[in-house]
């Protein structure tokens, strides 16, 4: 959680230091599991710079998952190769790879445990999604779905965009967070990839 605090350079070293340090705590032993004084001892930290700065341990976790965000939104614009001279099928592939590899990993898969854990957090939660909604991958995806030529793909573009996502990740990263059942290799990556997006699109060809 952003408190739009300003910082000297030297209380600011020591934020990413403390969130480099929860950040790695907290995919290796869980979010529960770690104490603020666990972050502090290993940080050289305290108390009152992590109250100042993150107000709590869960605002600690959420301003981490705030980078995160911003980090694999970064990702997927600067790794895919959307454009005009491919068709839909081409750039929904090149938009898929990255986004499935991002989310075929221990620790996305670390962070969707610790998510899960939060839903009670619904303040927290609420405020996250409000702030971060920007950063969002599928916005990628709605602004090559918005740029269509068929109207229907433009006009639905946001609700496309949300529904291919969630393809992309299921079943697999629920059943990643939830039961531990193994990643995906390579090769499950790109067959599942393939048909997810065929499977999408068979869906819009019958609603063009």
Known sequence: MNLNKILSKKNLARKDKIKKVACELFLARGFQETSLSD???????????????FQSKEGLFFEILDDVCKKH???????IHI??????????????KVFVNIYN????????????SQVY?????????????KFFARNILANLFSKQKNKYICDN????????????????????????????NNKEQEEHIEFMVDLFLNG?????
């Open 157 to 184: 573009a946001a609700k496309l965009a949300i529904t291919f996502c969630n393809m992309l990740k299921e079943p697999y990263y629920t059943l990643n967070v939830l039961v531990d059942s193994p990643l995906m």
């Open 105 to 116: 990993t221990a620790p996305m898969v670390s962070l969707g445990k610790i998510i899960f």
């Open 73 to 79: 939104f970064d990702l997927i614009a600067s790794q």
């Open 204 to 208: 819009i060809s019958n609603k063009t």
């Open 121 to 133: 957090n619904t303040a927290y939660l609420q405020n996250w999604i409000q702030d971060n909604q």
């Open 83 to 96: 454009s005009e001279n491919k068709n839909l099928k081409e750039n929904l592939i090149s938009f898929a």
């Open 39 to 53: 972050i502090i001892k290993i940080s050289g930290g305290s108390y009152s710079n992590i109250y100042d700065c």
